[in-house]
């Protein structure tokens, strides 16, 4: 004996579409059958794959009013069914209430100017003294991040990042590349592709003195294996750090 | 590496500082004489009580 089995039911406004599996006697799944109509008694298959387009009920009646398709159109095309047609006649009795909408193919919605903007980063890079770059566009920004270096490029989940000392690497419109190097401090990646970094100081390359680096490097060298207080060789070993990456930014 | 300052009791702020004074002491002369004048800093503290400014209280600079 067939034996009819309702699994599940989505609630969409008043319109109930319900899933209903015929099952043999070994428990194997012979066919399924959707059903929209406000409430269907379980009935034969005859009966429930002829509901779909010539309903019993006026279900036809209710289908304008599913501006909520798309929340379970998908539900339907996720499910595999030997007997599909019953499926098909019912997307189609759907979709021909509206017509076929780019919110069905593209559930994000686009507008024009969030897609022209949509390839370039807004970048701030801004000290306490001077803003180096105010929203500006740019292509992609590398950050030296405590978790590693990262580029960052538009579109670029948000988050919160904190800097160690290192090359601020931007790529501005048209492909040239500026680095600044920076002391350290936050960048924040916001959701709508800005990205601002502020830091104690940030200077271009060309700026620093490569020996005044060497020089200093000794000292703090010095510092650092010497037999001072905690605090002191602790302050000396991210002097070196510092100066370390700079030199090597500097012969880079 | 990361973060062996901060098990020496070093705050990310001091971290910041450190760096930012071997960044200005690295640059070239003309750029580090405009970054040093800028590093200083100064305190001066008063004690105001019913409206009126007690002794000032100079605590010195942080020029290093």
């Known amino acids: 004996m067939e034996q009819l089995m309702s699994i599940d039911l989505i609630r969409c406004r008043d319109i109930k579409l319900r899933w209903d599996v015929i099952l043999d006697e070994a428990g194997g799944r012979v066919a399924k059958t959707a059903v929209l109509a406000p409430s269907v008694p379980p009935a034969k298959i005859s009966e429930l794959q002829t509901a779909d387009v010539n309903p019993p009920h006026p279900t036809t009646d209710h289908i304008p009013d599913l501006d909520q398709k798309s929340n379970f159109l998908p539900a339907i095309s996720s499910l595999q069914s030997p007997t599909m047609q019953s499926l098909r006649l019912l997307r189609t009795a759907a979709l021909r209430a509206k017509p076929m909408s780019s919110a069905i193919r593209a559930p994000v919605r686009r507008g024009y100017a969030e897609a022209v903007a949509s390839d370039k980063i807004k970048l701030s890079l801004t000290l306490p003294h001077q803003a180096i770059y105010k929203a500006t566009d740019v292509v992609q920004v590398n950050i030296p991040a405590e978790s590693g270096v990262m580029g960052v490029l538009a579109n670029h989940v948000p988050s919160i990042e904190q800097l160690k000392a290192g090359v601020v690497d931007i790529i501005e419109e048209g492909g040239a590349s500026k680095q600044f190097f920076v002391s350290g401090g936050f960048a924040v990646v916001q959701p709508n592709s800005r990205l601002s970094i502020n830091a104690v100081e940030a200077y271009t390359l060309d700026e620093f003195s490569l020996d005044a680096v060497k020089s200093q490097l000794v000292e703090a060298n010095k510092i650092a294996s010497g037999s001072g207080s905690e605090q002191d060789i602790a302050e000396a070993k991210i002097e070196v750090e510092v100066l370390e990456t700079l030199q090597a930014a500097l012969k880079a | ?64």
């Open chain 2, 1 to 64: 590496m990361a973060f062996a300052w901060k098990q020496a009791g070093v705050s990310y702020n001091k971290y910041l500082s450190i760096a930012a004074q071997a960044i200005r002491k690295s640059l070239k002369e003309q750029a580090r004489a405009a970054a040093e004048r800028r590093s200083g800093n100064e305190l001066k503290v008063s004690r105001w009580e019913n409206g009126k400014q007690g002794e000032t209280k100079y605590l010195g600079t942080s020029e290093q």
